[in-house]
């Protein structure tokens, strides 16, 4: 199959644009952060034991596990179609994934151009990949993260060490999905302010405690999984992570922001 006749470059990247900008579950975003704002501003600490101790956490597992494997099963046929030459398997892949994929570039870059360059980039490397899939070894998913964020936050390194105009976008410029038809525009709009808030807070934070916080409470990473991406020591992420969070929680209470209500 011609990589250039599959319709990844016709996709409408606009639509990506809906970027998860929410804190706390606002504006929609399909990755809000894992931390309640009351958690960032009042218990910053993160020693794990919820996870290791919360009955809730132990019956969502068994439910997890066994959704793993229908997705283990379903993403391996679908690249299995795509080495077969099929490219509606691969839109399917896409359509799938270039939301998620867009939102974690433009949490690093704060640029909607960049990170839409990086998504592509991302698909362009997953497309070359797709014979190295082994779905003995974990499912689609986490297989298409791990690339993708290898080579955005290869990235952010990159334009850390030479520096250049990273001034975010006007967040007005960007195109939201409303997912839930029954807010008002009022709180719509309220729910974008304050998404463009959170970003700025983040765009605030040093490379280090950005990467740990984005990677841990947007992405929802284990710390095990952060220390295989970022090659340092667990001691060192929760570190990053827990400093990083209380110095948004500063940043955030001197820009005087505010949950909105879900009502």
Same mark, same amino acid.
């Given at each position: ?7 990844? @470059?016709?996709?409408? /990247?606009?639509?990506? %644009? !809906? ?8 504006? &929609? ?7 309640? $704002?009351?958690? +960032?501003?009042?218990?910053? =600490?993160?020693?794990? =034991? ?5 009955? &809730? ?19 391996? *046929? ?11 398997? /691969?839109?399917? #892949? ?7 994929? $867009?939102? +974690?570039? $433009? ?5 909607? *151009? ?8 991302? @698909? ?18 986490? /297989? ?24 975010? *976008?006007?967040? =007005?410029?960007? &195109?939201?999905?409303?997912?839930? !038809? ?17 970003? !700025?807070?983040?765009? %605030? ?15 929802? +990473? ?5 220390? *295989? +991406?970022? %090659? #340092?020591?667990?001691? &060192? ?11 948004? =929680?500063? #940043? ?8 909105? !209500?879900?009502?």
């Amino acid at each position: 199959m011609d990589f250039l006749s599959v319709p990844l @470059f016709r996709h409408r /990247w606009h639509r990506l %644009k !809906s970027v998860a900008l929410g804190y706390n579950g606002v504006c &929609t975003g399909t990755f809000p952060f894992r931390a309640s $704002y009351v958690a +960032l501003t009042e218990g910053v =600490a993160d020693s794990g =034991a919820a996870e290791q101790n919360s009955n &809730t956490v132990r019956r969502s597992r068994n439910k997890v596990r066994a959704a793993r494997v229908l997705a283990a099963n379903e993403g391996a *046929d679908l690249v299995r179609k795509c080495r077969a030459g099929d490219g509606a398997a /691969w839109e399917q #892949i896409v359509h799938d994934y270039s939301r998620r994929i $867009y939102n +974690l570039a $433009y949490r690093f870059t704060s640029r909607s *151009d960049t990170a839409e360059d990086l998504t592509q980039e991302v @698909f362009v490397r997953v497309y070359r990949s797709l014979d190295q899939y082994d779905a003995r070894q974990g499912d689609l998913q986490n /297989w298409l993260m791990r690339l993708a964020r290898n080579l955005i936050i290869d990235d952010y390194r990159k334009r850390q060490r030479t520096p250049h105009d990273n001034q975010a *976008d006007d967040l =007005a410029d960007h &195109t939201y999905h409303l997912h839930n !038809s029954s807010r008002s525009v009022q709180q719509e709009m309220e729910r974008r302010e304050l998404g463009a808030q959170v970003q !700025s807070g983040i765009d %605030k934070l040093s490379p280090d405690l950005r990467t740990c916080v984005i990677l841990r409470d947007i992405e929802e +990473l284990s710390y095990q999984e952060i220390v *295989d +991406l970022l %090659k #340092i020591p667990e001691g &060192t992420v929760k570190s990053r992570i827990n400093r990083g969070r209380i110095e948004l =929680a500063k #940043i955030l209470k001197r820009m005087k922001v505010l949950a909105v !209500s879900e009502a």
